[in-house]
T-cell receptor, first 110, second 113 residues
């Protein structure tokens, strides 16, 4: 069974600063996903990473995947308040069953 | 709106009662997944269907939990004899069989009193 760990669990950062969220997974998976969840809401897909070395960027967020290290990162550039949310990574097994991390609760302080 | 829909959005029930939730996937999606999310945790996979076939159910939390997708379209998740520990958000997602991305519905929040 895939185990997925994220860190940090909580992140408080000032507007304009940069930071990285880390996602480690325990066994082979060639697909890694990042989702955003606002309080009381469902999950919004951010990135789908399908191969080693994949890098995707959308606005102030950039995600990357290193399948050899079993590591994905979500980098936040020049944070703004609207990015405050909980971010989840998920790794998929061959049956397309997703295993989620515990999430990183991000608060961006003005 | 052609996204995944779930009903009801909220359910409050007394311990020992049975509850049933419904999920309507995106119309052309063959695969349908159920997850449970408790406060402060990531979603936890429960079961999934490809068309009407339930391909994985070993991760259902107990024999009080069951799911159906009788015609390969909508699905129901039933919890019998609810317990307070069942209080959670129940999420449904769908995908195309050979595609990779799952699209999540808004969830059903269950509170067992």
């Amino acid at each position: 069974e895939l185990k997925v760990e994220q860190n940090p669990l909580f992140l408080s950062m000032q507007e304009g600063k940069n930071y990285t969220i880390y996602c480690n997974y325990s066994t082979t998976s060639d697909r890694l996903y990042w989702y955003r969840q606002d309080p009381g809401k469902s999950l919004e897909s951010l990135f789908v990473l399908l191969s080693n070395g994949a890098v995707k960027q959308e606005g102030r967020l950039m995600a990357s995947l290193d399948t050899k290290a079993r590591l994905s990162t979500l980098h936040i550039t020049a944070a703004v308040h609207d990015l405050s949310a909980t971010y989840f990574c998920a790794a998929a097994n061959t049956g397309n069953q997703f295993y989620f991390g515990t999430g990183t609760s991000l608060t961006v302080i003005p | 709106d052609t996204g995944v829909s779930q009903n009801p959005r909220h359910k409050i029930t007394k311990r020992g009662q049975n509850v049933t939730f419904r999920c309507d996937p995106i119309s052309e999606h063959n695969r349908l997944y159920w997850y449970r999310q408790t406060l402060g945790q990531g979603p936890e996979f429960l079961t999934y269907f490809q068309n009407e076939a339930q391909l994985e159910k070993s991760r259902l939390l107990s024999d009080r939990f069951s799911a159906e997708r009788p015609k390969g379209s909508f699905s129901t998740l039933e919890i019998q004899r609810t317990e307070q520990g069942d209080s959670a958000m129940y999420l449904c997602a769908s995908s195309l069989a050979l595609a990779t991305e799952q699209y999540f519905g808004p969830g059903t929040r269950l509170t067992v009193t």
